[in-house]
């Protein structure tokens, strides 16, 4: 069935605060159903399906929808040893939302029904009896409206509901009448919010788009209301289209290869393409373009020998229905030669800069490269972490850079010395194949593969990581000279790769390893990571300048432009474990830090959010590092590590994003109870899935929190970065479906929906947090004639404020899509100006108008001709004239000139 209109939004969330404890927000159980279950007569007969949740159900009618909220708190306390117990008091609301003027009923689709089913015998009444009542995942009410209908469905374990429009349907008809809410408004993000004496429900902000020929095109909407009615305001769409409401998850997709392969790290493009990369253990990988750098890779079956991979590398289009190509990256053969994909980043042409760690003596290296031969490393046949297996090769880091269409490798090169570089691990704990491994610098899975690759204003390329060579390339350094066993090393590159333009080891006499690297607007170089070094260099005047206790700290350093010298320092963390994973700098040079710190003791000030007893924190301080501006601590209050970093930002408005894992798979201890907003994409979680957070400006409020994952498998990170674009969108690696499994949601259409795999498969997922402002509009025309009347498309997402500026002294921001008419002749710049109150930032987009004078012209009206020489007609215009036509008489039958373009 073809849709030619489809609006889908999120339905109201119906978990349940009491007004005490309103605004904490509480995961829902792992294995909550979420299907709606048919009434086969055990319900009044006006109903057609219920669904439950945690805190209320939903009931669906034939004209009109019920939440019913339900307060159990009473249930729990009664469970408790009291002396006189009582009968528990459940508290219960309904907020109803009634189709006003509906059509009759005209029956239901249903998809998706479950295996097992449901029975009820409730009293005597055998009437009231019911057995064999199947859930479906989705319902379709026929005939709503004329050309309407109304679609209930399961998506993401929470339920939605939308609107099918076909062409001859009339969304104008669609009103919702809410009653039995205390009040109904639409907040600064563009939720619908109802409160009511048990809470508040919110249907999320409307998001529309179109997919044609493989991109998304964005369609303005809202929520429009008006006392107790609301009815949605679009903006210009192409109806023989199907348009989605969609507020959150742009796609998630597998790379659907046969190969297990593992999912580690990715990036954003210049135009929103999706990047990810990872490493393969075999040769069963989906290359869409047989021109791709590498399309064989070095393997010559499915599987090679366990621990030998390739790193591939895989570019998506936006909406992640479309793999635009892949390529291998690597050496070495079936038993030898193992790479990882630590971290990538796009440059502005749109290529792919990617560094790691290898051990093939035959890594691909280019003409001119800064090193073009393997250094070495150290053999060990315990040398073996999470899967990924350096055998009888020692590591080093590499660096390359590969072309947008991914058919060429532009520049590549080796980094490393005669010691093991590049991957962070403890010599006494090899091989990492128990619990009891995973101390200190490497506490969570994959912590063996950290590191970041950033670029500067100029695109020069810039890497931090660790060695533990003595002889590791230095320039300009800083520090010269390894310290330690393990060292973290900072360095900085040419966009060609061919020049080391300053590299310094960074650490202490015991091991240390830096994660993030990035730029301010001054050029001063940020780095951060973990240290278990009492004498690390640099701290002094820091706000933490000494070493705190434990088995870790974290740590952020500052160095000036040139990477000589480190200009500021801090040690940052409590008396246990602690650890720093990425380093972002705010519009105004302000430095943020994400890290860990066990024991739910670490410093929260000037932060009206706060998690307390929680194990994450976020620390906001002065560009020289010497004052704590603000931190807070987030997850879920027990004390204990909660998710394992995986990207970071602090936006243009100062929003601070996260996207982490959990909880902890070494150990099978799982994530629960972290804190989630009632408009979350997934409100509950399985144990081991991904979460995502956004905290407002200043840790001033939750904007937004979600659960990310599948039912049963272990999501996770193998290592690696992943990264938001700064409109705060997050592009995720995950190595997902472990086990064979495919329980991971994937979007309609995604590029593949399945693992092939009998293991692992990448799976990469963007997630718009939709909290930017961005003006975008079109004009209908934009060059005509004096009374010329213009209507103005507002593409815009949706946010608190919008002004028109038409260039002829009217302004208006009252209505969203304008008509105006240009009565005088001119040149007109629009401008539309799009605010957001979360940041007080504004956005503009401008269009000219042009308007030329009416058509006139002026004819001598008599020539007198007195031989038949040749005689030339000319004619005077002003104005847009672009059809003539000559004639010896009135009626202008028959023309004398050769067409209506000849003047």
């Given at each position: 069935?073809?849709?030619?209109?489809?609006?889908?939004?999120?339905?109201?969330?119906?978990?349940?605060?009491?007004?005490?404890?309103?605004?904490?927000?509480?995961?829902?159980?792992?294995?909550?159903?979420?299907?709606?279950?048919?009434?086969?007569?055990?319900?009044?007969?006006?109903?057609?399906?219920?669904?439950?949740?945690e805190?209320?159900?939903?009931?669906?009618?034939?004209?009109?929808?019920?939440?019913?909220?339900?307060d159990?708190?009473?249930?729990?306390?009664?469970?408790?040893?009291?002396?006189?117990?009582?009968?528990?008091?459940?508290?219960?609301?309904?907020?109803?939302v009634?189709?006003?003027?509906?059509?009759?009923?005209?029956?239901?689709?249903?998809?998706?029904?479950?295996?097992?089913?449901?029975?009820?015998?409730?009293g005597?009444?055998?009437?009231?009896?019911?057995?064999?009542?199947?859930?479906?995942?989705?319902?379709?009410?026929?005939?709503?409206?004329?050309?309407?209908?109304?679609?209930?469905?399961?998506?993401?374990?929470?339920?939605?509901?939308?609107?099918?429009?076909?062409?001859?349907?009339?969304?104008?008809?669609?009103?919702?009448?809410?009653?039995?809410?205390?009040?109904?408004?639409?907040?600064?993000?563009?939720?619908?919010?109802?409160?009511?004496?048990?809470g508040?429900i919110?249907?999320e902000?409307?998001?529309?788009?179109?997919?044609?020929?493989?991109?998304?095109?964005?369609?303005?909407?809202?929520y429009?209301?008006?006392?107790?009615?609301?009815?949605?305001?679009?903006?210009?769409?192409?109806?023989?289209?199907?348009?989605?409401?969609?507020p959150?998850?742009?796609?998630?997709?597998?790379?659907?290869?046969?190969?297990d392969?593992?999912?580690?790290?990715?990036?954003?493009?210049?135009?929103?393409?999706?990047?990810?990369?990872?490493?393969?253990?075999?040769?069963?990988?989906?290359?869409?373009?047989?021109?791709?750098?590498?399309?064989?890779?070095?393997?010559?079956?499915?599987?090679?020998?366990?621990?030998?991979?390739?790193?591939?590398?895989?570019?998506y289009?936006?909406?992640?229905?479309?793999?635009?190509?892949?390529?291998?990256?690597?050496?070495?053969?079936?038993?030898?030669?193992?790479?990882?994909?630590?971290?990538?980043?796009?440059?502005?042409?749109?290529?792919?800069?990617?560094?790691?760690?290898?051990?093939?003596?035959?890594?691909?290296?280019?003409?001119?490269?800064?090193?073009?031969?393997?250094?070495?490393?150290?053999?060990?046949?315990?040398?073996?972490?999470?899967?990924?297996?350096?055998?009888?090769?020692?590591?080093?880091?590499?660096?390359?850079?590969?072309?947008?269409?991914?058919?060429?490798?532009?520049?590549?090169?080796?980094?490393?010395?005669?010691?093991?570089?590049?991957?962070?691990?403890?010599?006494?704990?090899?091989?990492?194949n128990?619990?009891?491994?995973?101390?200190?610098?490497?506490?969570?899975?994959?912590?063996?593969?950290?590191?970041?690759?950033?670029?500067?204003q100029?695109?020069?390329?810039?890497?931090?990581?660790?060695?533990?060579?003595?002889?590791?390339?230095?320039?300009?350094?800083?520090?010269?000279?390894?310290?330690?066993?393990?060292d973290?090393?900072?360095?900085?590159m040419?966009?060609?790769?061919?020049?080391?333009?300053?590299?310094?080891?960074?650490?202490?006499?015991?091991n240390?390893?830096?994660?993030?690297?990035k730029?301010?607007?001054?050029?001063?170089?940020?780095?951060?990571?973990?240290?278990?070094?009492?004498?690390?260099?640099?701290?002094?005047?820091?706000?933490?300048?000494?070493?705190?206790?434990?088995?870790?700290?974290?740590?952020?350093?500052?160095?000036?432009?040139?990477?000589?010298?480190?200009?500021?320092?801090?040690?940052?963390?409590?008396?246990?474990?602690?650890?720093?994973?990425?380093?972002e700098?705010?519009?105004?040079?302000?430095?943020?830090?994400?890290?860990?710190?066990?024991?739910?003791?670490?410093?929260?000030?000037?932060?009206p959010?706060?998690?307390?007893?929680?194990?994450?924190?976020?620390?906001?301080?002065?560009?020289?590092?010497?004052?704590?501006?603000?931190?807070?601590?987030?997850?879920?209050?027990?004390?204990?590590?909660?998710i394992?970093?995986?990207?970071?930002?602090?936006?243009?408005?100062?929003?601070?994003?996260?996207?982490?894992?959990?909880?902890?798979?070494?150990?099978?201890?799982?994530?629960?109870?972290?804190?989630?907003?009632?408009?979350?994409?997934?409100?509950?979680?399985?144990?081991?899935d991904?979460?995502?957070?956004?905290?407002?400006?200043?840790?001033?409020?939750?904007l937004?929190?979600?659960?990310?994952?599948?039912?049963?498998?272990?999501?996770?990170?193998?290592?690696?970065?992943?990264?938001f674009?700064?409109?705060?969108?997050?592009?995720?690696?995950?190595?997902?479906?472990c086990?064979?499994?495919?329980?991971f949601?994937?979007?309609?259409g995604?590029?593949?929906?399945?693992?092939?795999s009998?293991?692992?498969?990448?799976?990469?997922?963007?997630?718009?947090?939709?909290?930017?402002p961005?003006?975008?509009?079109t004009?209908?025309?934009?060059v005509?004639?004096?009374?010329?009347?213009?209507?103005?498309?507002?593409?815009?997402?949706?946010?608190?404020?919008?002004?028109?500026?038409?260039?002829?002294?009217?302004?208006?921001?009252?209505i969203?899509?304008?008509?105006?008419t240009?009565?005088?002749?001119?040149?007109?710049q629009?401008?539309?100006?799009v605010?957001?109150?979360?940041?007080?930032?504004?956005?503009?987009?401008?269009t000219?108008?042009?308007?030329?004078?009416?058509?006139?012209?002026?004819?001598?009206?008599?020539?007198?001709?007195?031989?038949?020489?040749?005689?030339?007609?000319?004619?005077?215009?002003?104005?847009?004239?672009?059809?003539?036509?000559?004639?010896?008489?009135?009626?202008f039958?028959?023309?004398?000139?050769?067409?209506?373009?000849?003047?």
């Amino acid at each position: 069935m073809k849709f030619h209109l489809a609006f889908l939004f999120v339905a109201a969330s119906l978990a349940v605060y009491s007004q005490r404890e309103q605004g904490k927000f509480k995961a829902m159980p792992a294995q909550q159903a979420l299907e709606f279950y048919e009434n086969k007569g055990q319900w009044p007969s006006e109903v057609l399906f219920k669904a439950e949740k945690e805190g209320g159900k939903w009931w669906i009618m034939k004209d009109r929808m019920w939440y019913h909220l339900q307060d159990l708190s009473a249930m729990n306390h009664a469970h408790e040893k009291i002396a006189q117990p009582v009968e528990p008091t459940i508290k219960q609301h309904i907020v109803e939302v009634k189709f006003v003027n509906a059509q009759e009923f005209q029956g239901v689709e249903v998809l998706g029904k479950t295996n097992h089913y449901q029975n009820y015998f409730i009293g005597k009444d055998s009437a009231r009896w019911a057995s064999d009542v199947h859930g479906y995942t989705q319902v379709i009410r026929k005939g709503l409206y004329p050309g309407i209908d109304l679609t209930l469905v399961n998506e993401g374990l929470q339920h939605e509901y939308g609107f099918i429009v076909r062409p001859e349907g009339n969304p104008d008809d669609i009103q919702l009448q809410y009653r039995g809410q205390t009040s109904i408004s639409v907040n600064r993000k563009g939720s619908l919010i109802l409160k009511t004496p048990l809470g508040s429900i919110s249907e999320e902000q409307l998001m529309a788009y179109q997919e044609k020929n493989g991109e998304r095109i964005s369609i303005a909407c809202s929520y429009k209301v008006k006392g107790d009615e609301v009815t949605l305001k679009l903006g210009n769409y192409d109806k023989s289209l199907p348009l989605i409401i969609d507020p959150t998850l742009v796609f998630a997709t597998y790379n659907g290869a046969f190969s297990d392969n593992f999912g580690m790290t990715a990036t954003y493009g210049q135009n929103g393409e999706a990047y990810s990369g990872g490493m393969v253990y075999g040769n069963a990988f989906p290359i869409p373009n047989p021109s791709a750098y590498d399309p064989v890779g070095n393997f010559s079956a499915i599987g090679g020998n366990y621990g030998i991979t390739d790193v591939f590398i895989t570019k998506y289009n936006p909406t992640g229905t479309a793999m635009l190509w892949s390529t291998f990256l690597g050496g070495g053969d079936m038993v030898q030669g193992t790479e990882t994909a630590n971290s990538m980043i796009c440059d502005s042409l749109n290529n792919i800069l990617i560094f790691g760690a290898t051990s093939s003596v035959d890594f691909p290296t280019t003409a001119g490269a800064f090193q073009s031969n393997h250094a070495g490393g150290v053999a060990n046949a315990n040398f073996l972490f999470n899967g990924v297996y350096f055998l009888t090769q020692g590591t080093d880091l590499f660096v390359s850079k590969i072309s947008s269409n991914g058919q060429n490798l532009l520049a590549s090169t080796y980094l490393g010395g005669s010691g093991n570089d590049g991957v962070n691990y403890k010599i006494n704990s090899l091989p990492y194949n128990s619990v009891a491994s995973y101390d200190s610098l490497t506490t969570n899975y994959g912590d063996q593969f950290r590191g970041e690759i950033s670029l500067d204003q100029n695109g020069n390329v810039l890497v931090a990581s660790c060695t533990r060579s003595l002889n590791f390339p230095v320039q300009n350094a800083f520090q010269p000279n390894l310290a330690g066993g393990q060292d973290g090393v900072i360095f900085r590159m040419s966009p060609a790769l061919t020049n080391l333009q300053f590299s310094s080891y960074l650490g202490g006499t015991q091991n240390d390893a830096c994660y993030s690297v990035k730029v301010d607007t001054l050029f001063n170089i940020l780095t951060c990571g973990g240290t278990s070094s009492s004498n690390f260099p640099g701290t002094v005047g820091g706000v933490w300048a000494n070493y705190q206790g434990g088995k870790t700290d974290g740590f952020v350093i500052r160095l000036n432009p040139s990477g000589t010298s480190i200009t500021a320092g801090s040690y940052l963390g409590r008396t246990q474990y602690d650890q720093a994973f990425f380093v972002e700098v705010d519009r105004n040079n302000n430095v943020f830090v994400l890290g860990q710190s066990e024991g739910g003791v670490f410093p929260t000030w000037n932060a009206p959010y706060t998690n307390s007893n929680s194990s994450q924190f976020v620390i906001k301080m002065s560009n020289n590092l010497a004052t704590n501006m603000a931190s807070t601590t987030i997850g879920n209050g027990s004390s204990q590590i909660n998710i394992s970093p995986a990207a970071f930002l602090v936006d243009i408005c100062g929003n601070i994003y996260i996207s982490g894992w959990g909880a902890n798979i070494l150990q099978n201890v799982p994530l629960s109870g972290m804190p989630i907003s009632g408009n979350a994409y997934q409100p509950n979680t399985t144990g081991f899935d991904f979460y995502l957070m956004v905290l407002e400006h200043d840790f001033l409020s939750l904007l937004y929190a979600t659960y990310m994952g599948g039912n049963s498998s272990t999501e996770h990170v193998d290592g690696g970065t992943s990264r938001f674009d700064k409109n705060g969108v997050v592009y995720q690696s995950v190595c997902g479906g472990c086990g064979g499994q495919s329980d991971f949601p994937t979007t309609p259409g995604a590029y593949s929906s399945v693992n092939n795999s009998a293991n692992c498969n990448n799976l990469l997922f963007k997630f718009d947090f939709d909290l930017i402002p961005s003006a975008e509009f079109t004009a209908n025309q934009t060059v005509g004639c004096e009374d010329f009347q213009v209507t103005f498309n507002n593409f815009s997402t949706l946010n608190d404020d919008y002004l028109w500026d038409f260039g002829n002294n009217n302004t208006t921001s009252s209505i969203f899509n304008p008509t105006i008419t240009y009565q005088n002749p001119g040149v007109y710049q629009v401008y539309l100006y799009v605010t957001d109150s979360i940041c007080a930032l504004t956005d503009t987009a401008m269009t000219t108008i042009t308007v030329l004078d009416s058509i006139n012209f002026t004819l001598l009206d008599t020539a007198a001709l007195c031989s038949n020489n040749p005689y030339l007609l000319t004619i005077n215009t002003n104005g847009a004239s672009s059809q003539y036509l000559w004639s010896t008489n009135p009626a202008f039958t028959p023309p004398i000139n050769s067409g209506p373009n000849d003047p």
